[in-house]
């Protein structure tokens, strides 16, 4: 996909569906702001390697249900990569109930295909930076989906204690959806002590995104 001019920070965005309708909407939404390219659109999850090697994206836009490799397996084994962009799943959120999987693998978060241009826009923004880009309500409307069917408290609790308490206390703010902003005020410290608390929490936990770091806070307190 060719374009005539591309700012230098310009976030890069690969759309993985196989309705063409909706990567012509995605792309035409995306492309009507300045700060967003979309690099590359493929339509099955046995090309999101290939793609993302040539392409090289900030962000991938995923459907789930695809007819080769689904958008689930496919975001699984891109996050395994040590240079893996962020990942955000497409759904119709009353069907797609295994999304869970996508984002203990590591995705980012996920979009209606019916959510507003501006909205998308923003939460590409947000993963791109490494925000959480779903809101309180959302991420606890998720969570209730498996309520009581992950058999990992324990797991979960160990987890947490390996953390300090002031991680514990970052953790739980990202699990209630605060942005580093957010937390920063609450807990009465920099942005960049916050961002540094939640780079120890990745590293000590082996999680990649704020995302898992929430469902990880869920699992204990189930």
């Known amino acids: ?108 978060g996920f979009l209606l295909k019916h959510t507003p241009p501006r909205e998308i826009a923003d939460a590409v923004r947000r993963v791109a930076g490494g925000e959480p880009m779903m809101s309180p309500e959302v991420l606890r409307k998720m969570i209730g989906m498996v309520s009581g069917a992950d058999p990992g408290r324990e797991r979960a609790r160990a987890a947490l204690d390996r953390l300090s308490p002031g991680e514990r206390e970052v953790a739980r703010l990202i699990a209630g959806g605060r942005t580093n902003q957010e937390i920063a005020g609450e807990l009465l410290m920099s942005t960049a002590t916050v961002k540094a608390y939640v780079s120890r929490i990745f590293t000590k936990l082996s999680l990649t995104n704020r995302v898992q770091i929430a469902l990880l806070v869920h699992d204990a307190r189930q």
């Not at 836009?61 to 084994?77: C, F, V, W, Y």
């Open 1 to 108: 996909m060719d374009h005539v001019a591309e700012p230098a920070d310009a976030i890069r965005v690969l759309l993985v569906d196989d309705d063409a309708l909706v990567r012509a909407g995605l792309t035409m939404m995306l492309e009507a702001f300045d700060d967003l390219r979309v690099v590359g659109a493929v339509t099955d999850g046995t090309e999101v390697a290939s793609a993302v090697n040539t392409h090289r994206p900030d962000v991938v836009l995923m459907d789930i249900r695809m007819p080769g490799l689904d958008g689930l397996s496919a975001t699984e084994s891109l996050r395994r990569r040590k240079d893996a962009p962020e990942v955000i799943v497409l759904t119709t959120f009353d069907t797609d109930e295994h999304v869970l999987r996508a984002l203990r693998a590591g995705a980012g």
